[in-house]
């Protein structure tokens, strides 16, 4: 990798006081869960998640309905089809739940960054304009 900024790490977040009309992750601008992209040296920030859900789903639901924290192992697993240090957004058993990816990583020159390839110490190198154009996600200010 060019500099550690390039490491990336996949994570399933879940909102766990999602309101009972949300079903799973078939709506992207408000699911349930969401696989995260996130560099290994920025801190998750789940405020900013959470603004930003309520943003894309146009601020009619209460901030009640929303917190957002990682998912169980269990469901890790089922929604990944990988085991925990080994999650990838490539081949996931549930390819459609939507993602979000840091803006940072979107930023990095060169244009390249590296994930989980689905083994403990297997990494994927991926061309960022590739990947944002194959998976689209949404990419925002999710860190500190």
Not at 17 to 34: C, T
Not at 82 to 101: Q, R, T
Request: glycine share 6%; proline share 6%; aromatic share 10%.
């Amino acid at each position: 990798a060019p500099s550690i900024h390039h490491l990336c790490k996949s994570i399933i977040m879940e909102n766990t006081r999602a309101h009972e009309s949300v079903d799973g992750w078939s709506d992207r601008n408000n699911s349930k869960y969401y696989t995260v992209l996130v560099q290994y040296t920025a801190r998750l920030n789940p405020e900013k998640i959470k603004n930003l859900v309520r943003d894309l789903s146009g601020r009619k639901i209460s901030k009640q309905y929303f917190n957002f924290r990682l998912c169980k192992p269990e469901v890790n697993d089922a929604l990944t089809g990988y085991k925990h240090n080994a999650v990838s957004p490539v081949g996931m058993a549930e390819p459609d739940v939507p993602m979000l990816m840091s803006h940072k990583i979107a930023e990095l020159t060169p244009r390249l960054f590296f994930l989980g390839g689905g083994e403990v110490d297997l990494k994927l190198g991926m061309p960022t304009d590739e990947f944002i154009r194959s998976y689209n996600p949404i990419i925002a200010d999710i860190t500190y």
